[in-house]
């Protein structure tokens, strides 16, 4: 996963910051992917309902130039944010606010 979540750490400070906003329930999150000429990207960030961007990544899709799709980019963020997200809560030992859930901020038109 962590070639998913991109080459960018995350500093302890960071991870601290999105668990406290989790659990207030304040955490929006967004992806995009992309594929041109074979080779694809996606881009996803964490902010709180304010706007606050959190923290955001890039990283590359891994899989054949023939058989890339923008909707195989698209899902690895989407993958890489609950990814995320998951990670921090199981390192904080916390859970998402039941009462507000995270919002993922998505439209896949295919």
């Excluded at 899902?75 to 921090?88: D, E, F, H, S």
Aim: proline share 4%; aromatic share 4%.
């Amino acid at each position: 996963m962590i070639r998913n979540w991109g080459e960018q750490s995350i500093i302890t400070e960071k991870v601290d910051l999105i668990a406290a906003q989790i659990q207030l329930g304040n955490v929006i999150a967004a992806s995009d992917g992309s594929v041109q000429g074979g080779k694809a990207a996606h881009v996803w960030c964490i902010s709180d309902k304010n706007g606050y961007v959190l923290h955001e990544i890039s990283a590359p899709v891994d899989g054949g130039p023939l058989t890339m799709t923008s909707f195989r980019a698209e899902a690895c963020g989407a993958l890489a944010i609950v990814t995320m997200l998951k990670q921090i809560c199981d390192i904080k030992n916390s859970e998402p606010n039941k009462d507000k859930p995270i919002r993922m901020l998505k439209t896949l038109k295919h």
